[in-house]
């Protein structure tokens, strides 16, 4: 098993257009967790599944952003409408329910011009 | 969104000399963990800690979880070239939303050879 896989690595796109980033989880794990990190800060929760069910969605910033983990294994993370203050690190994480402490992907780098 | 207070924010050490990092927070954790993070990459578990009080090493790495629960320190002995990076304390309370984790704000180090 290679880890928590991202894609893409960086994106690059104009305000206004939508966008979708894929997680690949550690296979046997089975929550999954998004988290946003913007330059000079600590990463920020912003969602999680458990399985397929997502379990704490209140965090998400606004609206715009949607996740989903349609059969329990890789999950995508959907800004609608990039605003020029959406650019940041997006970062995936997997754990086991009874491990604590994730193990992280390397993000996807959201640029919007 | 909530974060812990880190200090310092960065450190410009020479190679060989020893690094200490602090963390602390209003709230109570039940565990605590401590990340390093590279350039373009995800945060990476370093050291985690469960009780309070309790002192865990990990090679040059010691860290400890503060009797009150509201803070956490981390040592890095015998400073190398390769400790290069940022290191993110993070604390977790367990079954919040999944045992969430609220990050610091980083603290940079940087190695002179």
């Known amino acids: 098993d290679t880890g928590v896989s991202q894609d893409p690595r960086h994106k690059i796109t104009k305000r206004g257009q939508n966008v979708t980033f894929r997680c690949d989880p550690i296979s046997e794990h089975n929550r999954l967790y998004w988290y946003r990190q913007t330059l000079g800060q600590g990463p920020e929760f912003l969602t999680y599944?458990?399985?397929?069910?997502?379990?704490?969605k209140s965090r998400l910033l606004s609206d715009r952003f949607s996740a989903e983990r349609p059969k329990g294994s890789f999950s995508t993370l959907e800004i609608q409408r990039t605003e020029q203050g959406d650019s940041a690190m997006y970062l995936c994480?997997?754990?086991?329910?009874?491990?604590?402490?994730?193990?992280f992907g390397s993000g996807t780098r959201l640029t919007v011009v | 969104g909530q974060q812990l207070n880190q200090s310092p924010q960065s450190m410009f050490i020479q190679e060989g000399e020893d690094v200490s990092m602090n963390c602390t927070s209003s709230s109570i954790f039940n565990t605590w963990l401590w990340y390093k993070q590279e350039p373009g990459e995800g945060p990476v578990l370093l050291i985690a800690?469960?009780?309070?009080?309790e002192l865990t090493s990990n090679g040059r790495l010691t860290a400890q979880f503060g009797i009150t629960r509201k803070d956490s320190f981390l040592n890095i002995s015998a400073s190398i070239p390769s400790d290069v990076g940022i290191y993110f304390c993070?604390?977790?309370?367990?079954?919040?939303?999944?045992?969430?984790?609220?990050f610091g704000g980083g603290t940079r180090l940087m190695v002179k050879p």
């Open positions: 993070a604390g977790q309370f367990l079954n919040n939303a999944g045992n969430m984790l609220t």
């Open positions: 994480a997997s754990s086991l329910v009874t491990v604590y402490g994730y193990t």
């Open positions: 599944f458990q399985n397929e069910a997502q379990l704490e």
């Open positions: 800690l469960y009780k309070a009080g």
